[in-house]
């Protein structure tokens, strides 16, 4: 079956540490978002990519980095400069075909990351 | 910039009963809208859209949404709730410059609403 991989499910960090979340798709999508979900506050963009070794700050993008080496993986990294990173974070594919705008978001079962 | 408002944190209904989870959305342009679900430390499943045409859009699992252009709203309905139904959704929108050239689509979610369907 099609779909988006994220891994780790769970993630415990220290303070201070760099951690890595995964995100792998075989949809063969070009497009791929990070987003964050705090309780209350909805998703917030991270970062994007539409294509391959191109990728976009979105709107929350201080304290993460990114790389977009391979069309099937978009791994995010959020690094000691992000100062509350205890959060659920989802990853998404969607195609760039069709329509601009209607393009569906296709999403990963998310990495939950809690500082300790 | 563009926005998504859900006014209601939780929404409860009885099971067989109708239901209504509000988004009102605030654009540049015309919007794309869309529907999500989420069930509990899973990510969000599509559930609907709205891009053009027929202003009532039909979806998964017996959804359907109303666009209102007039009232900026984007309601998601569905005339017999389920137990199975209680879970959070999203509603989102993009429109303007948040349609990127390339085809990606920069979406804007709203705070989500948690619907509890009780027997």
């Known amino acids: 079956d099609g779909g988006i991989t994220q891994s780790p499910k769970y993630l415990f960090r220290k303070e201070g540490q760099n951690v890595t979340l995964s995100c792998e798709q075989n949809?063969?999508?070009?497009?791929m978002y990070w987003y964050r979900q705090d309780p209350g506050q909805g998703l917030r963009l991270i970062y994007y990519?539409?294509?391959?070794?191109?990728?976009q700050k979105g709107d929350i993008a201080e304290g993460y980095s990114v790389s977009r080496e391979k069309k099937e993986s978009f791994p995010l990294t959020v690094t000691s400069a992000q100062k509350n990173p205890t959060a659920f974070y989802l990853c998404a594919s969607s195609p760039t075909t069709g329509e601009a705008g209607a393009n569906v978001l296709t999403f990963g079962a998310g990495s939950r990351l809690t500082v300790l | 910039a563009q926005s998504v408002a859900q006014p209601e944190d939780q929404v409860n209904v009885a099971e067989g009963n109708p239901l209504t989870v509000k988004c009102t959305y605030s654009?540049?342009?015309?919007?794309?809208l869309f529907w999500y679900v989420q069930y509990p430390n899973r990510g969000l499943q599509f559930l609907l859209k709205y891009i053009t045409g027929d202003n009532l859009v039909k979806g998964s699992y017996g959804f359907e949404a109303e666009f209102n252009k007039s009232q900026t709203s984007f309601h998601l309905k569905k005339p017999s709730a389920l137990v199975s139904d209680s879970a959070l959704y999203f509603c989102a929108v993009s429109a303007g410059a948040n349609i990127l050239t390339g085809g990606g689509n920069k979406l804007t979610f709203g705070t989500g609403t948690q619907l509890k369907v009780e027997l």
């Open positions: 990519s539409q294509i391959v070794n191109d990728f």
């Open positions: 949809l063969n999508h070009d497009a």
């Open positions: 654009v540049s342009g015309n919007p794309y």
